[in-house]
């Protein structure tokens, strides 16, 4: 190949990826702008009536035995109750979150449970999606919740 064909080879080959640099950037820039026209204006339809099927069985409480864990909340060192939260028009409508039973760790003894001043039985956070149902009940907002799931034992914070 002739010197003055590479030198036009190169020059060729930078405005072929000057060209698609250029087009790549005109199509994000177009679907960014679809995708805000999408949000839809006044009488226009929206764009999210895909249905969502929730299986029949998807409310049904499992019993404690068959989630492998029977009954942890009490059996731990720090227990905890549970409390239902329930929200209309969210995706579990109700979700249960645990609520420590004491400030303190019990430790069991010989002759009875003993409260462990030293360690502080605290919530553990999980954070957990949730689904919102809009006003039109066409489209589902994603959300995500911290919701405490159990309890453990911590050291006490000491000042």
């Known amino acids: 190949i002739h010197h003055s064909d590479r030198r036009m080879w190169k020059t060729s ?12 950037v005109v199509c994000c820039v177009s679907m960014l702008l679809g995708l805000t026209m999408a949000k839809g204006e006044v ?3 929206e764009r ?9 069985d998807y409310y049904k409480t499992p019993s404690e035995e068959s989630e492998g864990n029977g009954n942890i909340n009490t059996r ?3 227990p905890w109750t549970w ?7 969210r995706i579990p409508p109700t979700i249960w979150e ?4 004491s400030m303190y760790c019990v ?8 409260v462990g001043y030293q360690q502080n039985s605290v919530p553990i956070y999980q954070q957990v999606m949730v689904l919102h149902i809009s006003a039109t009940r066409k ?5 995500f919740l911290s919701v405490a799931v159990g309890c453990t034992c911590a050291w006490a914070r000491t000042s």
């Open 43 to 45: 009488g226009e339809k």
């Open 48 to 56: 999210c009536e895909d249905t969502l099927t929730i299986p029949s």
């Open 139 to 143: 489209c589902y907002n994603v959300a």
């Open 107 to 114: 430790y069991p003894t010989n002759s009875s449970q003993a």
């Open 13 to 24: 080959e930078m405005e072929l990826k000057n060209n698609a640099s250029k087009y790549l």
């Open 98 to 101: 645990a609520k420590c039973s």
């Open 83 to 89: 409390k239902p939260i329930t929200v209309k028009n």
């Open 76 to 78: 731990s060192l720090s």
